[in-house]
T-cell receptor
Framework: KQEVTQIPAALSVPEGENLVLNCSFT??????LQWFRQDPGKGLTSLLL?????REQTSGRLNASLDKSSGRSTLYIAASQPGDSATYLC????????????FGRGTQLTVWP | NAGVTQTPKFQVLKTGQSMTLQCAQD?????MSWYRQDPGMGLRLIHY???????DQGEVPNGYNVSRSTTEDFPLRLLSAAPSQTSVYFC??????????????FGNGTRLTVT
């Protein structure tokens, strides 16, 4: 069974800092990895999807990297803003089984002004 | 563009009662799924479907039932509610199940309390 771990569990930073969120997974036979954002009381919103053949994916101030061989991904947030405060989750497929995604428990980010 | 719509948003049940959580998507996605989110446990897959008429079990299927008669709808039935089913339930859909190139789209959740 795929196991997904996210470190740190919580992070509190002042506005303007660049920060890195970490995600690791045990089964490297994945097709892709997704990063999501969850605001309190809301569902998850997809931020970035990195295909297994890619090493990086960028969207605005967000950059996600993927190293399949080591079972790791990082989400880099540049110039953080209070509006970035949310929980960030990563998810990977469970091996070759279509439809099964395994989620980490998330990193709760607080950016204070 | 509604995306994934879940109803109700909140529900309180008594132990032993049954109910159906509704989920509908208007993006013509083949893949739909149900997750529950619990503090300290993260998101866990309950059931999923890769197309109309096809369903399969996830990690925690006991106590839940699903069917998929149309592409748009994927209801989740609680057969006899138990306090252990108190949770936030999320429905999600995608074009290809998230296993290839299609991101997963989530509804806003149903918060269920079983007393």
């Amino acid at each position: 069974k795929q196991e997904v771990t996210q470190i740190p569990a919580a992070l509190s930073v002042p506005e303007g800092e660049n920060l890195v969120l970490n995600c690791s997974f045990t089964d490297s036979a994945i097709y892709n990895l997704q990063w999501f954002r969850q605001d309190p009381g809301k569902g998850l919103t997809s931020l970035l999807l990195i295909q297994s053949s890619q090493r990086e994916q960028t969207s605005g101030r967000l950059n996600a990297s993927l190293d399949k061989s080591s079972g790791r991904s990082t989400l880099y947030i540049a110039a953080s803003q209070p509006g970035d405060s949310a929980t960030y989750l990563c998810a990977v497929p469970g091996g070759s089984t279509l439809g099964r995604l395994y989620f980490g428990r998330g990193t709760q980010l607080t950016v204070w002004p | 563009n509604a995306g994934v719509t879940q109803t109700p948003k909140f529900q309180v049940l008594k132990t032993g009662q049954s109910m159906t959580l509704q989920c509908a998507q208007d993006m013509n996605h083949e893949y739909m799924s149900w997750y529950r989110q619990d503090p300290g446990m993260g998101l866990r897959l309950i059931h999923y479907s890769v197309g109309a008429g096809i369903t399969d079990q996830g990690e925690v299927p006991n106590g839940y039932n699903v069917s998929r008669s149309t592409t748009e709808d994927f209801p989740l039935r609680l057969l006899s509610a138990a306090p252990s089913q108190t949770s936030v339930y999320f429905c999600a859909s995608s074009y290809d199940g998230g296993s290839y190139n299609s991101p997963l789209h989530f509804g806003n959740g149903t918060r269920l309390t079983v007393t």
